[in-house]
């Protein structure tokens, strides 16, 4: 909830609600404004969790990887955090990437360049249907050997 202020995350509730999952289909219907009650509703019932956190490269050595065909993160705001913690010698077990970023000071552009150096060096990005106002933006990484 500390990435969004109650304006931009009602546009991506708005967002939501013009491109719905095939379930809930109805809420297309719905006036605009109730994307800004939903979204004051969401954001007034958050909670804070304390939890161990490990990174990524611990978690391969605990689970003794030897390969990572696809690594999603979506972290809410800490990308950047998440992929320095893979290290070095851990990079090259990764073949694909696909992150969710939101793109404040820069984090777009150092995202990518932290990609490129480590090997995913095949990007796209892209923006998800219904959230073109947000900065909200997944990047498709590969290497090219693999």
Known sequence: ???????????AVEGTMQHPPPH???VRYLPSFVSRIIAKRILSHKKEFRCTLKT????????????IDLLKIDCEGAE?????????????KVSQAVIEVRDIDGRLANIKALLSQNGLQDQAVEKEEGLEKTNLYNIFAKRRDR
């Open 80 to 92: 950047l955090e998440a992929l320095q913690g893979i290290s070095d010698e851990d990079w090259g």
């Open 56 to 67: 990524i490269s611990q978690l391969i050595a605990e689970h003794d990887i030897e390969r």
């Open 24 to 26: 809930l289909w109805f």
């Open 1 to 11: 909830p500390k990435q969004w202020d109650d304006g931009s995350f009602a546009q």
